[in-house]
């Protein structure tokens, strides 16, 4: 029996032609770089979310790039990110200059209040200006809560939410792209909305926001196509991508539906165990990017998974802080103790709306038998 981690081929199959169709049509009108398909994706992640502006862009990391260059964050700005998320979410800080601060995570796995705080005090210490805080929505949980709202209200924090995981979801049933200043989002093939290449977007309801990302994702244009306001980049949504996109985000409200039944089904059967499951809540909705769990003998459970084929993934399993380009980097005074705990605690099992039901029993008979 082969399990995908990530079932794309299952998907594909459902909608091969139409896939080759959009396709087939870019080639047919040879509008490489921003072709009609970009624009009616736009539209597409606009009505998808309800968001006043939905901008795209080549990736994910370019997108949160390209949200701290509209905010303009200078040279003395903390940007407050936590040590538990992939590598891009504090990458871009320190590509446009700001000062990242490593934050601890919940047992929730997205950014502690408490340590936020602290770490805005530390960053004052420092003759740093606590500014902007990056939340990860970590496997697809949105990292929008009451507590984090609190603080960013009392310290006029700025906001930009790494939803790369987490597209899809719904806070408060609002779809995540409508909270904070800007929300950056990743078209990655094994995100929960994948594209076949990279692809990316940025998302905001603030009028001017939306002028100056447009601006700095297309070298920084102003009026007309050689004058230049900003210092920009050349990051462009391909419009082949646009294409695969339009397809495929036709089937994201039925997908993320699944997901959930999945991560339900999961969750109710492995209650039992000795494994550490998701934290649920009832005012988020998950795009359940991944389904991770925590135990102290994970390596063991994840040879054992390895030795009846069942594939597995650890996401992360070193702090960003530990990481040798970002090891000079501020860390919050109180550590970041859940953020190593569970870089040694957490695995991934596979996760996908095609996921089939006997996959899933053969998944949850492994975790719960002796390994
Ligand atoms: C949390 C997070 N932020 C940012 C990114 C960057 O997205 P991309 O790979 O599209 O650049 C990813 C992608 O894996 C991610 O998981």
Same mark, same amino acid.
């Given at each position: $029996? ?5 079932d794309l081929k ?16 870019v080639?047919d009108?040879?509008k490489?770089?921003?072709? +009609? ?5 736009? !539209? ?7 968001v006043k502006h ?22 003395n700005?903390?940007?407050?990110? +936590?040590?538990?998320t992939?590598i891009?979410?504090?990458e871009?800080i ?6 990242p ?5 919940g /047992?929730?796995?997205?950014?502690c ?6 770490a805005?005090? /530390?960053?004052?210490?420092?003759n740093?200006?606590? #500014?902007i805080?990056?939340?990860v929505?970590?496997?697809?949980k ?6 984090? /709202?609190e603080l ?6 700025e906001?930009?939410?790494d ?6 979801s719904s ?10 200043d800007?929300?950056?989002t990743?078209?990655f093939?094994?995100k929960?909305l ?13 009028d001017?926001?939306?002028?100056s ?7 920084g $244009? ?7 306001v900003n210092?920009? $980049?050349?990051? #462009?949504?391909d ?7 339009n397809?495929?985000?036709k089937?994201l ?6 997901r959930?039944?999945?991560a ?8 039992d165990?000795s494994l550490?499951?998701?934290?649920l ?9 991944q389904y991770t769990? #925590?135990?102290?003998?994970r /390596? ?5 998974l390895?030795?009846k084929?069942i594939?597995? !993934?650890?996401?992360?399993?070193i702090p ?11 860390v919050v005074?109180?550590?970041l103790n ?5 870089c ?5 099992? +596979? $996760?996908?709306?095609?996921l089939?039901?006997?996959h ?10 002796k390994?």
């Amino acid at each position: $029996m082969e399990i995908p981690f990530i079932d794309l081929k299952s998907q594909y199959e459902l909608i091969r032609e139409q896939i080759k169709n959009s396709i087939d049509t870019v080639l047919d009108h040879g509008k490489f770089i921003n072709g +009609p398909e970009v624009n009616e994706f736009e !539209t597409n992640l606009k009505s998808y979310t309800s968001v006043k502006h939905a901008i795209t862009c080549a990736n994910g990391t370019d997108a949160l790039a390209i949200a701290l260059l509209a905010l303009k964050v200078q040279s003395n700005d903390a940007v407050f990110v +936590p040590s538990f998320t992939y590598i891009a979410s504090a990458e871009s800080i320190a590509l446009v200059g700001g000062v990242p601060y490593f934050v601890d995570v919940g /047992d929730d796995y997205n950014i502690c209040p408490k340590s936020l705080e602290i770490a805005i005090d /530390d960053a004052k210490k420092n003759n740093h200006n606590p #500014r902007i805080v990056i939340p990860v929505d970590l496997f697809g949980k949105p990292s929008v809560c009451v507590e984090l /709202d609190e603080l960013i209200n009392n310290f006029d924090l700025e906001t930009i939410y790494d939803a790369a995981q987490s597209f899809g979801s719904s806070h408060n049933q609002i779809k995540i792209g409508n909270f904070g200043d800007i929300t950056t989002t990743s078209f990655f093939p094994a995100k929960p909305l994948g594209c076949y290449g990279d692809g990316g977007a940025i998302f905001t309801n603030n009028d001017d926001l939306a002028k100056s990302i447009r601006s700095i994702k297309n070298h920084g $244009m102003g009026n007309h196509k050689y004058e230049h306001v900003n210092v920009g $980049m050349n990051s #462009r949504l391909d419009t082949i991508q646009a294409a695969v996109l339009n397809e495929k985000i036709k089937l994201l409200h039925n997908e993320i539906i699944k997901r959930n039944q999945i991560a339900q089904y999961y969750n109710h059967e492995l209650n039992d165990s000795s494994l550490i499951l998701p934290k649920l809540s009832n005012t988020n909705s998950y795009a359940w990017a991944q389904y991770t769990l #925590r135990h102290v003998d994970r /390596d063991k459970i994840i040879e054992f998974l390895q030795s009846k084929n069942i594939p597995s !993934t650890i996401y992360y399993p070193i702090p960003l802080n530990e990481q040798d380009a970002y090891k000079s980097c501020n860390v919050v005074s109180s550590g970041l103790n859940n953020t190593e705990k569970f870089c040694k605690e957490v695995f991934s099992i +596979p $996760m996908s709306p095609y996921l089939k039901k006997e996959h899933q029993d053969f998944i949850i008979s492994t975790l719960k038998s002796k390994w």
